[in-house]
């Protein structure tokens, strides 16, 4: 019976350690690092729909990024350290003002 409490001892201590472990920064971390904004550029009647990625971060963000008006499916984009980044959500919609909605993760 000691064995065992033994065995049971020492499992529950590996995997304190492996959950104490340190990871990568997540998206929450990344979080204070980063901004997003929906940028909206006029086409005659209708109106191109843009999403920006600005990374203050010192390391490479890999973004999913949508609007209001158009969630799915998400746009995956890559930023540099210290860079901004634009892609195109929408290329003719009607509506003018888009909301910017997305998570960073490091790279």
């Given at each position: 019976?000691?064995?065992?409490?033994?065995?049971?001892?020492?499992?529950?201590?590996?995997?304190?350690?492996v959950?104490?472990?340190?990871?990568?920064?997540?998206s929450?971390?990344?979080?204070g690092?980063?901004?997003?904004?929906?940028?909206?550029?006029?086409?005659?009647?209708?109106?191109?729909?843009?999403?920006v990625?600005?990374?203050?971060?010192d390391?490479?963000?890999?973004c999913?990024?949508?609007?209001?008006?158009?969630?799915?499916?998400?746009v995956m984009?890559?930023?540099?350290?210290?860079a901004?980044?634009?892609?195109?959500?929408?290329?003719?919609?009607?509506?003018?003002?888009?909301?910017?909605f997305?998570?960073?993760?490091?790279?």
């Open positions: 019976m000691k064995l065992i409490a033994r065995i049971v001892g020492i499992a529950l201590g590996l995997s304190a350690a959950w104490l472990a340190p990871v990568e920064p997540s929450a971390e990344a979080r690092c980063y901004s997003l904004w929906a940028e909206s550029q006029e086409m005659g009647s209708r109106y191109r729909h843009l999403v990625v600005e990374n203050d971060c390391y490479w963000l890999q999913t990024v949508w609007t209001d008006v158009d969630p799915q499916p998400p984009v890559s930023v540099a350290p210290t901004t980044e634009k892609r195109e959500i929408n290329g003719g919609s009607p509506y003018p003002d888009p909301k910017a997305g998570t960073c993760r490091k790279k």
